[in-house]
């Protein structure tokens, strides 16, 4: 078995990665020729244009999809073919059971975790599930709304919720799909300043989508932008994207850009088209 390299300024091993991965669907090619490494603790935001292929690259990561070609390795094994507790995700529309209140919506992920056939706790196990789902919606700010029901709540309120869901699996790689693109600019900026908090407090792996260039540098660590190397006017299903800017960005701490952080003016025509 091999140990560990301890070399003073060795570089540590991604915790995931992806090689020579293409995404097809019949004669469609979304992604092709897909190479990335992803650093433990890294905060990666990805952009680029509508249809690029950003979302299906989410996909295969969480394991919802196969990739057509190539592979994917988590700790340097091949990626399980189901989304394990590993991984978690929060999408643009709220993922949450509008007949569960917020408790029972961020208790159940414990129970499918917990007791996988019947997806309950009962006695003692779920009194400790309720009071561990109870501890992470205070985490999200929802500690005064643990009986509410979705209906009952802002879209604000709704997403922190389904933040809290995804984050009580502890996993060690979080996905977030435009995230904050149905949210009011103030609500927006307050999410912010939650999931930096968040990453920093459960040491996550991020990995997020979006649309808004500000918050994929004000976020990030690292930002890929995804598109086309190739192009067919004729038969633009011929060629898929691929990450053709790769930043790494400077920072002070954790979420915030290191000044003088430029914004590439071609990665912000590309992600905007």
């Not at 999809?65 to 189901?82: F, H, K, N, S, Y």
């Not at 993922?95 to 997806?119: R, W, Y």
């Not at 006017?233 to 000044?259: C, I, N, Q, S």
């Amino acid at each position: 078995m091999s140990t560990p390299d301890h070399t003073p300024g060795a570089k540590s091993p991604p915790i995931l990665s992806l090689h020579d991965v293409w995404v097809e669907y019949g004669d469609k090619i979304v992604l092709e020729k897909v190479e990335l490494d992803f650093e433990a603790g890294s905060f990666v935001s990805i952009v680029g244009p509508s249809g690029a292929g950003k979302s299906s690259l989410l996909r295969v990561i969480l394991g919802q999809e196969v990739p057509t070609r190539g592979r994917i390795l988590l700790d340097g094994e091949p990626l399980a073919p189901e989304c394990g507790p590993d991984r978690g995700v929060v999408f643009q529309r709220y993922s949450v059971f509008p007949h569960l209140t917020a408790l029972g919506n961020v208790v159940f992920g414990l129970e499918c975790v917990k007791a996988p056939l019947l997806a309950r706790l009962f006695g003692s196990a779920r009194k400790a599930a309720e009071a561990q789902a109870a501890d992470m919606l205070a985490a999200v700010g929802l500690g005064d709304a643990l009986h509410l029901y979705p209906a009952q709540m802002s879209g604000g309120m709704q997403q922190r919720l389904a933040i809290a869901q995804a984050l009580i699996k502890r996993p060690r790689i979080l996905l977030l799909d435009e995230p904050f693109g149905a949210l009011d600019p103030g609500i927006r900026a307050d999410m912010h300043a939650l999931i930096t908090q968040l990453w920093r407090d459960y040491a996550l792996t991020i990995i997020m989508v979006t649309h808004d260039i500000r918050e994929a540098f004000g976020l990030g660590t690292r930002v890929l932008a995804l598109d086309k190397r190739r192009h067919d006017p004729h038969a633009p299903h011929r060629f898929g994207a691929t990450a053709v800017y790769d930043l790494a960005l400077r920072k002070a701490a954790p979420g915030a850009v290191d000044e003088p952080a430029a914004q590439p003016a071609n990665i912000a025509q590309r992600a905007s088209a």
